[in-house]
């Protein structure tokens, strides 16, 4: 018997770049089905690299269990092509809250991470990034 879903998600892509709008928190059975669906995307892409945008909304927090899988999933995509995942929050004290946790979590991952306050700088971010010239 599997628990209720706590958490919403939603992911598009356009050109090399998936965004990932997230409304928190999380458990384990949304960060299952979010790794599934995912992995759809980055087949669906077609590159062989490509760059995240996650826009949090609510306060992004993991139980263990999710934050587990989610840095599981981050290594399969790492694998997968991921080059760079950057973060900007809907809710500046989110941010403020979780920012140490994402570092700690999925630093050491291979995949690039900056945080950003709006999707402009974190559009920015990514374009830097491809150029070699990112300063996160």
């Known amino acids: 018997m599997g628990f209720n879903r706590h958490g919403s998600y939603r992911i598009e892509s356009e050109n090399d770049v998936i965004s990932i709008f997230a409304y928190g928190p999380f458990n384990g059975e949304v960060v299952a089905d979010f790794s599934r669906d995912i992995q759809s995307a980055i087949r669906e892409l077609g590159y062989d690299h490509h760059y995240q945008i996650i826009e949090f909304d609510g306060l992004p927090i993991f139980i263990p269990e999710a934050e587990r899988l989610l840095r599981e999933t981050t290594i399969r995509e790492f694998e997968a092509g991921l ?14 809250l979780v920012r140490a946790r994402i570092h700690a979590s ?31």
């Open 83 to 96: 080059v760079a995942s950057v973060f900007y929050f809907r809710k500046q004290e989110a941010m403020d």
């Open 106 to 136: 999925f630093g050491d991952t291979g995949v690039k991470i900056a945080f950003r306050d709006t999707r402009e700088q974190a559009l920015e971010w990514i374009d830097a990034v491809r150029a070699g010239s990112a300063d996160d």
